[in-house]
């Protein structure tokens, strides 16, 4: 979402009667590469971009087939095949190992198609939904958006087709895997949009500063409450989108927590975060990280218990207590990243292992089946193997 965000902006400051543009999209990859599905770019023909469909070794490429269809005015989808490390093609030694198709596609601000107007309304809207894109055909970059309620919120296939998206659409809220599927010879890219994650951080202590800070920078939506004033002054937290002073009864009103909505209580006050525990246990929120030791969380527990109040199975899945992923932090900064990378780890259904142990890709391929990351421990891991592979490209 972050992206979407940034390519909106930057595309509203381009003066449309001096300079012409074009979105690049990867809606396809084989193998290894640097971006998944789904990642964008927003070209210029003065040469500027912003966004990214690879680790930088694509754009330049992709900036001189913009140009071609910012004058021809009509959509392609490019192949690149990174297998070969000393790719002539493109002039560059890549050894990416994989196969990327990169549709690229004019933006003309006056078009009802104008892919920028789409995602406008996808970030007002800050709730998943469903869009389709065609890549290859006639019809190359339409586009259908649609919510989870199977509402069209924009359409510019034919009616058939429509039919046949719409019905494929709403299992990608259950797997998240985008994909590409063939209609009628058109070819098509399914995917799910999500909001931003949404933090709100429940005391507004020293440590929850750099929480704030890298949160942010991740293009999160980032909120602080406290029950003293004094504690969410704007000095302390300059990037935060809402500073609230809320006492803990008030929570369940003052607040909208959704499944998009994470929640870390940090606010060293052991009856504030207990009381605003028993609050978030009635929301949807999928993560609640409480800071300090686990017998803080055990005392907390027997008072439920006392008061009859028992958690649920789910509801021991989503605390995380202690908080954070353990990679020894001590100092706040440090602390401030084992618990966004935890968070990011939940939301995006990851054990926050590490890579060189992962089985599976990285990143996610065009592929049906499951992926599992076994999650291997450095003291227990077996020695690895290694071997030459033969390189090979088309």
């Not at 890549?135 to 509402?151: A, I």
Request: charged share 25%; aromatic share 6%.
């Amino acid at each position: 979402m972050k992206e979407l965000k940034i390519i909106v902006a930057a595309f509203k400051a381009i003066d449309g009667d001096l300079r012409k543009a074009a979105l690049a999209t990867v809606v396809r990859v084989h193998g290894s590469s640097y971006r998944s599905p789904g990642a964008r770019m927003l070209i210029t023909d003065d040469g500027r971009w912003v966004g990214s469909i690879s680790g930088g070794c694509l754009e330049g490429d992709a900036l001189r087939k913009a140009r071609q269809v910012m004058m021809d005015k009509k959509p392609m989808t490019v192949t690149y095949d990174t297998r070969e490390e000393s790719n002539q093609n493109l002039g560059i030694g890549l050894g990416c190992n994989g196969v990327i198709d990169v549709l690229i596609e004019p933006i003309e601000p006056s078009s009802p198609h104008n892919p920028i107007l789409l995602f406008e309304k996808i970030i007002s809207r800050n709730e998943p939904v469903l869009l389709a894109t065609a890549c290859k055909g006639e019809l190359t970059g339409s586009k259908l958006l649609m919510d989870e309620g199977r509402q069209l919120l924009f359409n510019g296939f034919s009616q058939d087709i429509t039919a046949l998206i719409t019905e494929d659409l709403p299992a990608l809220t259950d797997n998240r895997a985008s994909r590409i599927e063939t209609y009628n010879d058109t070819d098509v890219f399914l995917e799910l949009i999500q909001p931003a994650i949404s933090l709100i951080i429940f005391g507004g202590g020293f440590d929850a500063r750099p929480v704030s800070e890298l949160a942010k920078s991740l293009g999160w939506n980032v909120q602080v409450t406290d029950e003293c004033v004094a504690h969410i002054a704007p000095v302390f937290f300059p990037t935060a989108d809402k500073l609230s002073l809320c006492q803990r009864e008030f929570i369940d009103r003052d607040f909208t927590i959704t499944p998009y909505t994470a929640c870390v209580l940090m606010s060293h006050n052991y009856e504030y975060d207990r009381d605003v525990l028993k609050k978030l246990l009635n929301t949807e929120t999928p993560y609640i990280g409480l800071l300090g030791p686990r017998k803080r969380f055990d005392k907390m527990l027997d008072e439920f218990k006392k008061e009859g109040i028992t958690l649920s199975t789910n509801d021991l899945h989503r605390i995380h207590s202690p908080i954070g992923l353990d990679i020894g932090a001590e100092t706040p900064d440090e602390i401030a990243v084992s618990i966004v990378a935890e968070i990011q780890s939940k939301f995006t259904n990851r054990s926050g292992g590490f890579l060189k142990y992962r089985s599976s890709p990285i990143h996610q391929r065009d592929t049906k089946s499951d992926q599992i990351f076994k999650q291997v421990f450095l003291e227990n891991s077996p020695g690895v193997k290694s071997s030459k592979q033969k390189i090979s490209g088309h």
